[in-house]
């Protein structure tokens, strides 16, 4: 039984940060294509964004491809079918693959941030804004449907 593997920015970054040398040949053809699928476009990934743009991956020898998987339940789906090699998602959809008795299911091994890197924004101003005011209320968590949809 194979196992899929989720990976995180913490791997990716390391590998963009650690390899500074040149390959002697990096043509396209000789590279190995590898599709990442994030779960979402981030300010915090731009360092990952910029050993894209800067070519690292390509001196490495690894063709990537980046999507956008628009929610950590749609990095799994394309995992699980192999439309992904890696997925950058929190350890959220593994552990719902994993326990729903999935027999290949992803595995998560590295982890950039101890907490999520969102924003809590509103529609107006609250100049005494205390977190107990969220109980019973709807908070839309990245996306609508996705998997912290309300509190």
């Known amino acids: 039984m194979k196992k899929i593997i989720a990976f995180s920015m913490a791997a990716a970054l390391a590998a963009a940060s650690l390899t500074a ?4 040949d990096n043509s396209a ?3 190995t294509p590898v599709t990442l699928n994030e779960v979402a476009h981030s300010i915090f990934y731009a360092p990952q964004y910029a050993a894209i743009e800067l070519g690292y991956f390509a001196d490495e020898g690894i063709d990537l491809t980046l999507v956008n998987g628009g929610g950590a339940d749609k990095v799994m789906t ?5 439309d992904a090699d890696i997925g950058f998602m929190g350890s959220e ?3 719902y693959t994993y326990a729903n ?7 998560n091994f590295a982890q950039l941030t101890q907490r999520a890197g969102n924003f809590l924004v509103a529609r107006e101003p609250d100049e005494n804004f205390e977190w107990s005011k969220l109980i019973g209320k709807k908070v839309l968590g990245g996306r609508a449907g996705g998997l912290r949809a309300s509190m």
């Open 93 to 95: 959809a593994s552990i």
């Open 21 to 24: 040398c040149r390959t002697a």
């Open 101 to 107: 008795g999935a027999e290949d299911y992803a595995v």
């Open 78 to 82: 394309a995992l699980v079918s192999g």
């Open 29 to 31: 053809e000789k590279r």
